[in-house]
């Protein structure tokens, strides 16, 4: 399966609205870094991500989005998770990741 990035900034709250579909791992991990980048570049804000259909994510989709928050915490934003599908919300809390993102 493929992975689909949904985007839109929410002027009231003043964050990015990402939605993620499919799956994340080494085949396109590339992809979703490079949309955030760009996202990030036109609007430095928080990013609230919904991951209700986000089937698979792998340690280098993780490294994308561990390394993006790294870049995102030293300006002062956050990046936060919703949604989670059982094996994804395992995977979070097994590398404690959930401790920060959920």
């Given at each position: 399966m493929s992975l689909q990035i949904g985007r839109k900034f929410n002027e009231a709250d003043q964050l990015w609205e990402v939605i993620l579909k499919g799956e994340v791992d080494i085949s396109n991990a590339a992809q979703l870094k490079s949309e955030l980048q760009a996202m990030l570049k036109e609007k430095m804000a928080s990013v609230t991500m919904d991951i209700k259909d986000l089937s698979y994510i792998d340690s280098?989709?993780?490294?994308?989005i561990i390394g993006t928050y790294k870049r995102m915490e030293e300006r002062g934003v956050s990046m936060k998770m919703k949604?989670?599908?059982?094996?994804v919300e395992k995977?979070?809390?097994i590398t404690n990741l959930?401790?920060?993102f959920l």
């Amino acid at each position: 399966m493929s992975l689909q990035i949904g985007r839109k900034f929410n002027e009231a709250d003043q964050l990015w609205e990402v939605i993620l579909k499919g799956e994340v791992d080494i085949s396109n991990a590339a992809q979703l870094k490079s949309e955030l980048q760009a996202m990030l570049k036109e609007k430095m804000a928080s990013v609230t991500m919904d991951i209700k259909d986000l089937s698979y994510i792998d340690s280098t989709g993780l490294g994308v989005i561990i390394g993006t928050y790294k870049r995102m915490e030293e300006r002062g934003v956050s990046m936060k998770m919703k949604n989670p599908v059982k094996n994804v919300e395992k995977l979070l809390k097994i590398t404690n990741l959930d401790r920060i993102f959920l």
